[in-house]
């Protein structure tokens, strides 16, 4: 049995490394050329990359972020130093927009508000129909901040995180559903490998990253089923060197991150070819992962190593 889980796996391991690269060679930028695409939590880390990515490749880019909506909470309330710090924020994305309009977007152009209203992720999805006419990809991409730590039981939290991570993923793909069965376009959901395999210190994050794979794998299911021509792309992520990411948990992590420009277009390049899933990278992410269904407990351990629990922050 060991022996056959030795030559089982390289091989396993090859045979879908090659799959993927295989698929990978058709990618061509001109595919997005023109495509009406939506990319949530733009105004930063791969979501930004992203939205650039897709800019250089001519389509027509709506990202989406806060931005605005704490501009609008500023109004009165809060103090200068808060009020100047959002004010550089909200530039930043518009910056966003600046840029790709700058690399050649078909059209760029910045919805904001927050996802933990679903009312909000309605007017999104609406906005693309008044103003593209439709919709051919939907990147959901966006992340609530939680904390990187120790769960420390705050139930409301893993609720507002749901809300954010995970229900408005979900209101979002429901909005924009008759537009890309319209189009018969693509849903690129952007996980982790916290969403298939526990994860310490991040536990509110990591069960709303669960509750994806849940939702969108079955929905998968049920489009084939259905004959709806709408591809469900669900993309597994390692450590990214993204600005949040970096902040939190490059301390305590024992393992380089991958660069967010490269990440980035590979969930594109995935979401295009219409793949199930998409590993990034490949090596540190696919390959263990296949060690999850026979031999779990040891793959736990290796998550484990790769954790300096004596240099979280303390709480
Ligand atoms: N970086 C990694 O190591 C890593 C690893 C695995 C998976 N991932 C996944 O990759 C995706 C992007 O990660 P990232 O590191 O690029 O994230 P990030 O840099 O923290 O960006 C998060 C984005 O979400 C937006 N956002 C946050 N709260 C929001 C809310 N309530 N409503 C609407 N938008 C909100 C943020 O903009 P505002 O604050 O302006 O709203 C920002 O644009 C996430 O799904 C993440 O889980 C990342
Ligand atoms: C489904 O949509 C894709 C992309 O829009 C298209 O290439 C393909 O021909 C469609 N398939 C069917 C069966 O309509």
């Not at 990978?24 to 939590?41: A, D, H, Q, W």
């Amino acid at each position: 049995m060991g022996l056959l889980q030795k030559i089982l796996i390289p091989i396993l391991g090859l045979v879908l490394a090659f799959c993927f690269y295989s698929s990978r060679e058709n990618f061509k930028p001109e595919m997005l050329k023109g495509k009406r695409v939506i990319v949530t939590g733009a105004s930063t880390g791969i979501g930004e990359q992203m939205a650039y990515h897709l800019a250089r490749m001519g389509a027509h880019v709506l990202v989406t972020a806060r931005t605005e909506a704490k501009l609008q909470q500023v109004n009165g309330k809060l103090g200068t130093h808060t009020c100047t710090h959002r004010h550089r924020k909200a530039n930043l994305t518009l910056q966003v927009v600046e840029r790709c309009r700058a690399l050649g977007a078909s059209s760029a152009r910045l919805v904001s508000g927050s996802m933990e209203d679903m009312a909000t992720t309605r007017q999104l999805v609406e906005v693309a129909e008044a103003e593209l006419g439709g919709l051919d990809m939907l990147i959901l991409n966006h992340v609530g901040k939680s904390y990187f730590n120790y769960f420390d039981g705050d139930v409301g939290h893993v609720q507002k995180l749901l809300n954010i991570n995970f229900l408005s993923y979900v209101a979002m793909t429901v909005s924009a559903l008759p537009m890309l069965k319209r189009s018969g376009g693509s849903i690129v959901v952007v996980s982790s490998m916290a969403g298939k395999v526990g994860f310490p210190f991040t536990v509110p994050y990591s069960a709303t990253k669960f509750a994806l794979d849940g939702f969108f794998s079955s929905l998968r299911q049920e489009f084939s089923i259905q004959s709806v021509n709408v591809s469900i792309t669900l993309c597994i992520l390692g450590f990214i060197d993204t600005e949040n990411a970096m902040r939190a948990a490059a301390d305590v992590l024992l393992m380089s991150p991958a660069p967010k420009e490269e990440c980035a277009l590979e969930i594109i390049k995935g979401g295009t070819l219409r793949q199930r899933e998409v590993y990034y990278r490949y090596a540190s992410t696919k390959l263990p992962l296949l060690l999850r269904d026979w031999a779990a407990e040891l793959l736990d351990l290796l998550v484990r190593q790769r954790y300096r629990p004596e240099r979280l922050r303390a709480a």
